[in-house]
């Protein structure tokens, strides 16, 4: 049985009560909270930095902070996220000169690490790393807002990276997480999941919904009529 996990991303929360935001998206079943971090560099568009997440990090209680970095270059804002109380971060290998010393500065610092690739980027960038990855994050818009549509394409990619996931399982390598970001709802989530994802980042669907809740419960039983 896979067990699937729900990460909100605070990207569209109300940001004049993201505390009380998170306290209310936990209580309405999420697991993970998704913090996505924009530098107007290498995506378009600006939010949130380590103070922020210190200040959230209490609202969180013992749910995973799940910081997605989409910032170049990555290395020297590390220590401060995992000093902030990020525990998984993920990064783009096309905003890090050298992805290996990355991953090893994001374990050394305590936290999970994980690559994020984006719905054009090839799955050679996990070649050599499969053994430093414990997530690798799909993107499932290009990288930058909240509220676009899924990429369809990204279910063949999604079923590639699930057959290597598992055959490097079989030959004795780690477990690694499989997260889609973009578009995920309700009505997809389902086709997501059968693709071979276990990890949902929905930011839209959820904090645009009158009702956490409600969205989450739904999610969860699209996902209970998954065979994988
Ligand atoms: O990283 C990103 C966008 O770059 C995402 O985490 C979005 O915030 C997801 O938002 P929805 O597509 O679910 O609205
Ligand atoms: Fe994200």
Known sequence: MTTYRISPSILSADFAKLGAEISDVLAAGADWI???VMDNHYVPNLTFGPMILEAIKPYAGSALMDVHLMVEPVDSLISSFAAAGANMITFHPE????VDRSL?????AGCKA?????PATPLSVLGHVMDKL??????SVN???GGQSFISETLNKIKLVRA????HVAAGGQPILLEVDGGVKVDNIAEI???GADTFVAGSAIFNAPDYKTVIDNMRAELATVIR
């Open 114 to 118: 994980g690559l994020v690739l984006n």
């Open 95 to 98: 905003a890090s000169r050298h």
């Open 164 to 167: 290597r996931i598992d055959a």
């Open 34 to 36: 998704h913090f996505d």
């Open 143 to 145: 990288p930058g807002f």
């Open 193 to 195: 999941a059968a693709a």
């Open 134 to 139: 414990d997530m690798i994050l799909l993107m």
């Open 104 to 108: 090893s500065l994001i374990k050394g």
